[in-house]
């Protein structure tokens, strides 16, 4: 999929959709319509210091718009425009018909508190991953890996759900924080003791035999990544019947188990951290049909009783906007 991306937010921060606000409405479509013109030295004065140390000079947004050009010619007509609530961000996205492309492009740009710009992304608009898989049924019996409320980040079957749902291997992958007054931290956002989720345990889903387990990576500060190693610290749990989970982004030094061991429902494996390519601590779990990350197809993770809110679910796929709580 053809796109460009420079993107300041966090790619787990919670949604929240509200009414279009006229004023970030209105500075959303000055700011595309300055990209689309050109005029990059505007754009980047306008910037938080944060992202204009991620793109690096204004030549590089002026590179990109040149790669936006390529790929995608010029905009023709605007389909739809809107303006949601991303965690402490204001995020303007804009869907519309380009001249030499046959999807729609879709451009976001996140303001935050100041009303500086924190976040830009344009490309495609993504498409689910086909899947042979949609009427799976899983075969382990699987409970929330974690104890008390989560809430549910990114999850269910439709990219408006899941961003995840691009990606074959993760196409029903599951992103989950605690929340506390409607926000993953109290205090400074750059200490990661601060988030609610930080240091709590993560838990077996079910019967299992380790495939595989790391420890070793180092926590990322608030802001960093670690492409490279995307699951960061992670157990890759065997379930049988070719049903293998993935647990990842856990606290550096926490993982309990190693390859060969095996596992009971609800056993402590590791502590909730933030390794590898994350923008604040959070669990990320999927299944898939291979302990190969990148080279299995998803499945469906059905989980069996646990409370979405104030109902009972016997057997159930968590989805956004939900916090879960195992019943047990």
Same mark, same amino acid.
């Given at each position: 999929?053809?796109?460009?991306?420079?993107?300041?937010?966090?790619?787990?921060?919670?949604?929240?959709?509200?009414?279009?606000?006229?004023?970030?409405?209105? #500075?959303?479509?000055?700011? =595309?319509?300055? %990209?689309?013109?050109?005029?990059?030295?505007?754009?980047?004065?306008?910037?938080?210091?944060?992202?204009? #140390?991620?793109?690096?000079?204004?030549?590089?947004?002026?590179?990109?718009?040149?790669?936006? /050009?390529?790929?995608?010619?010029?905009?023709?007509?605007?389909?739809?425009?809107?303006?949601?609530?991303?965690?402490?961000?204001?995020?303007?996205?804009?869907?519309?018909?380009?001249?030499? %492309?046959?999807?729609?492009?879709?451009?976001?740009?996140?303001?935050?508190?100041?009303?500086?710009? =924190?976040? %830009?992304?344009?490309?495609?608009?993504?498409?689910?991953?086909?899947?042979? !898989?949609?009427?799976?049924?899983?075969?382990? #019996?699987?409970?929330?890996?974690?104890?008390?409320?989560?809430?549910?980040?990114?999850?269910?079957?439709?990219? /408006?759900?899941?961003? &995840?749902?691009?990606?074959?291997?993760?196409?029903?992958?599951?992103?989950?924080?605690?929340?506390?007054?409607?926000?993953? &931290?109290?205090? *400074?956002?750059?200490?990661?003791?601060?988030? +609610?989720?930080?240091?709590?345990?993560?838990?077996?889903?079910?019967?299992?035999?380790?495939?595989?387990?790391?420890?070793?990576?180092?926590?990322?500060?608030?802001?960093?990544?670690?492409?490279?190693?995307?699951?960061?610290? &992670?157990?890759?749990?065997?379930?049988?019947?070719?049903?293998?989970?993935?647990?990842?982004?856990?606290?550096?030094?926490?993982?309990?188990?190693?390859?060969? *061991?095996?596992?009971?429902?609800?056993?402590?494996?590791?502590?909730?951290?933030?390794?590898?390519?994350?923008? /604040?601590? &959070?669990? +990320?779990? !999927?299944?898939?049909?291979?302990?190969?990350?990148?080279?299995?197809?998803?499945?469906?993770?059905?989980?069996?009783?646990? !409370?979405?809110?104030?109902?009972?679910?016997?057997?159930?796929?968590?989805?956004?906007?939900?916090?879960?709580?195992?019943? /047990?």
């Amino acid at each position: 999929m053809r796109q460009a991306l420079v993107w300041g937010v966090g790619v787990v921060s919670v949604v929240l959709a509200l009414p279009a606000q006229a004023d970030t409405l209105a #500075r959303g479509q000055g700011v =595309a319509a300055a %990209f689309l013109r050109g005029e990059v030295g505007a754009i980047w004065a306008e910037m938080t210091p944060d992202m204009q #140390r991620a793109i690096g000079a204004p030549e590089h947004l002026a590179a990109l718009r040149g790669k936006v /050009e390529t790929d995608f010619g010029h905009e023709e007509e605007v389909l739809s425009e809107q303006v949601v609530r991303q965690g402490g961000h204001s995020v303007f996205t804009r869907e519309a018909r380009w001249s030499g %492309f046959s999807q729609p492009v879709r451009l976001l740009v996140a303001f935050d508190e100041n009303n500086r710009i =924190a976040g %830009f992304w344009i490309g495609a608009v993504p498409v689910a991953a086909p899947s042979a !898989h949609l009427n799976y049924e899983t075969k382990a #019996r699987l409970r929330l890996p974690f104890e008390g409320a989560w809430h549910v980040v990114w999850g269910g079957r439709e990219i /408006e759900q899941n961003y &995840h749902a691009i990606d074959a291997g993760q196409r029903f992958a599951l992103d989950l924080l605690v929340l506390k007054e409607g926000r993953s &931290h109290a205090g *400074d956002p750059a200490d990661l003791e601060n988030y +609610h989720c930080w240091g709590r345990p993560i838990l077996a889903p079910a019967d299992a035999v380790v495939a595989n387990a790391v420890d070793d990576l180092p926590d990322q500060k608030i802001g960093q990544s670690d492409p490279r190693n995307p699951l960061g610290n &992670h157990v890759v749990l065997d379930f049988g019947n070719g049903e293998y989970g993935f647990l990842a982004h856990l606290k550096q030094g926490s993982v309990r188990v190693a390859k060969g *061991d095996r596992v009971t429902s609800g056993m402590e494996i590791g502590r909730c951290g933030n390794s590898g390519n994350t923008s /604040e601590p &959070h669990l +990320h779990f !999927h299944l898939q049909n291979s302990p190969l990350f990148g080279q299995g197809e998803g499945l469906p993770a059905q989980f069996v009783n646990y !409370h979405a809110g104030d109902a009972l679910v016997e057997r159930g796929e968590p989805t956004k906007g939900q916090t879960v709580q195992a019943a /047990e």
